[in-house]
């Protein structure tokens, strides 16, 4: 009785144990979990190497000229306003200059995000190089006075 399955017509039972099946692919799949190597994702990054060396005497700084946008939306070129078409003019002339100077972006947290969107647009068919964003350090203590409570 055991044997047919729990029939008591005397049949053998013809469903195929799936058991033993189960429990070799469960072992076959801890064994290949197991032999599959790490994958480590590096980005290789060729880092600058220091030079302690002096300047030479007749070092002259870079131009660096200062981008900025106001709580009120206005576009500051070195602090003086400006339009987003004299932006274009004035990122074409520093374009052509030899050392090209570098363009410091610096959005104030509070201006509205068109404006900046359409600077940043600017800046980038402008073609400039030597480009950074400047203060980002305010962002992170605004982020945390103006966010709501848990």
């Given at each position: 009785?055991?044997?047919?399955?729990?029939?008591?017509?005397?049949?053998?039972?013809?469903?195929?144990?799936?058991?033993?099946?189960?429990?070799?692919?469960?072992?076959?799949?801890?064994?290949?979990?197991?032999?599959?190597?790490?994958?480590?994702?590096?980005?290789?990054?060729?880092?600058p190497v220091a030079?302690?060396?002096?300047?030479?005497?007749?070092?002259?700084?870079?131009?660096?000229?200062?981008?900025?946008?106001?709580?009120?939306?206005?576009i500051l070129w070195?602090?003086?306003?400006?339009?987003?078409?004299?932006?274009?003019?004035?990122?074409?002339?520093?374009?052509?200059?030899?050392?090209?100077?570098?363009?410091?972006?610096?959005?104030?947290?509070l201006s509205a995000?068109?404006?900046?969107?359409?600077?940043?647009?600017?800046?980038?068919?402008?073609?400039?190089?030597?480009?950074?964003?400047?203060?980002?350090?305010?962002?992170?203590?605004?982020?945390?006075?103006?966010?709501?409570?848990?």
């Open positions: 009785m055991a044997m047919s399955g729990g029939r008591d017509d005397g049949e053998p039972m013809m469903e195929m144990n799936t058991t033993p099946l189960i429990d070799v692919l469960l072992v076959l799949l801890i064994m290949f979990i197991i032999t599959i190597p790490v994958q480590t994702h590096a980005v290789k990054i060729d880092l030079d302690d060396s002096p300047p030479p005497e007749d070092f002259v700084d870079p131009v660096k000229n200062r981008l900025g946008i106001t709580a009120t939306n206005q070195n602090d003086s306003p400006v339009t987003l078409n004299q932006v274009k003019q004035y990122l074409a002339q520093t374009k052509s200059m030899v050392p090209e100077p570098e363009l410091q972006f610096q959005p104030d947290p995000y068109l404006t900046t969107d359409r600077t940043l647009a600017v800046i980038k068919d402008s073609g400039v190089t030597k480009f950074g964003f400047v203060g980002n350090e305010q962002y992170g203590s605004f982020n945390k006075a103006k966010r709501p409570p848990n």
